[in-house]
């Protein structure tokens, strides 16, 4: 059983930065990529970034692109998301979550395994 586990969440101000990190107690070979999500208050859950496990190809929403950026360490086993010029419609509960295989959910994967979250509030 893959465990996931977000941590960096917090307040932070407009316009402020935050690194989000992923740790993973494992990454299975089978493993297409680490997806980050968020759920902002009243809305539905949306995928902003993934990671590719094998060569660590990145992809951002165009929503985000800009100013979010998603990495990983040497080792492959923790995840990054590095989020600068905060906006308070960014305040939402940012997820992980695995990819262990191709399917029709966010970047083309389906997402087996989940973090429990972490929340990032952006206001004055």
């Known amino acids: 059983q893959v465990q996931l586990v977000e941590s960096g969440g917090g307040w932070v101000q407009p316009g402020g930065s935050v690194r989000l990190s992923c740790s993973a107690s494992?990454?299975?070979?089978?493993?297409?990529?680490i997806g980050w999500f968020r759920q902002a208050p009243g809305k539905e859950r949306e995928g902003i970034a993934y990671i590719h496990t094998d060569d660590g190809w990145a992809y951002h929403d165009p929503s985000v692109k800009d100013r979010f950026t998603t990495s990983r360490d040497s080792a492959g086993n923790t995840v990054y998301l590095q989020m600068n010029g905060l906006k308070p419609e960014d305040t939402a509960v940012y997820y992980c979550?695995?990819?262990?295989?191709?399917?029709?959910?966010?970047?083309?994967?389906?997402?087996?395994?989940w973090g429990k979250g972490t929340l990032v509030t952006v206001s004055s």
């Open positions: 979550a695995l990819g262990l295989r191709y399917g029709v959910e966010f970047g083309g994967y389906e997402y087996a395994y």
């Open positions: 494992e990454i299975p070979l089978e493993s297409k990529a």
